[in-house]
Each structure stands twice: as C-alpha cells, then as structure tokens.
C-alpha cells in the first residue's frame, strides 16, 4: 500500500509538472504568433491584430499562464510528500532532516506567497 501511494503521489508529480511545461511552451507560441509582425496595408492589420487580441481574451491565455505556478507548486508538494513517505518507510533517522527541510521549504513558499495579500491591508 506504501509503495502504490508513494508511486502515485510521484506519477502525479511528474504529470503537473510536464504538463505545466507543455502548456508554457503552447503559450509562448502563441504569444510570439500574438506579437508578429503583420505586413499588410495599416486597415488589414488593424483587423488582424484585433482578431488576435479578442481570440488572445477569449481563450483567457493571461489566466491560463497565471495558473502555471499553481500546477508547478502542486507537483513540487506532491513529490515532497512522496519523498517524505518513502524516506520514514527506509529510515526514520534519515526522512527528520528532510521533513525539516520541505517543512521550511513550504513555510517560506507560503509566507512569499502570501505576503502581497497582506500588503494590501498595510497600506
């Protein structure tokens, strides 16, 4: 049972963060195709460039490269927590350490994730 949940929690892993990689690089794509230079006559551009923008909204890209560091965060989780699994089921003495050390890790992830949050309330 150990060993089909510490694998599933690194599959998962593996999965969020190629999937995040896949998706950044479909986005840089289409933001260099959004930003390429159209030679046409100034009306045929406007026109393009329109149609790009609206299509740039529609398929909510800003939200959907927002949502990378998300999925990335929740790969990096999971595969700490499949880490700290597998290390107490080897080595107790060993798998302290690294609790301690993901344990900061997440501390520090969480405070500068959330610290803008609370800069709005300071000001």
């Known amino acids: 049972a150990s060993s089909l949940r510490i694998n599933t929690l690194w599959f998962l892993s593996l999965t969020f963060s190629l999937t995040?990689?896949?998706v950044r690089i479909l986005?840089?794509?289409w933001l260099r195709?959004?930003?390429q230079d159209i030679s046409k006559p100034?009306?045929?551009a406007l026109a393009i460039r329109q149609f790009r923008h609206d299509a740039f909204l529609?398929?909510?890209v800003m939200d959907i490269l927002g949502a990378l560091p998300i999925l990335l965060g929740l790969g990096l989780i999971l595969f700490f927590v499949g880490l700290?699994?597998?290390l107490q089921g080897l080595n107790?003495?060993?798998s302290i350490p690294v609790t301690i050390l993901v344990g900061?890790?997440?501390t520090f992830i969480m405070v500068t994730t959330l610290a803008p949050a609370f800069q709005l309330y300071v000001y």
């Open 20 to 22: 995040t990689g896949l």
């Open 27 to 29: 986005c840089k794509q």
């Open 33 to 35: 195709h959004y930003q």
């Open 42 to 44: 100034p009306k045929e």
């Open 58 to 60: 529609q398929c909510r």
């Open 84 to 86: 700290i699994d597998f």
């Open 92 to 94: 107790v003495k060993v």
């Open 104 to 106: 900061a890790v997440f």
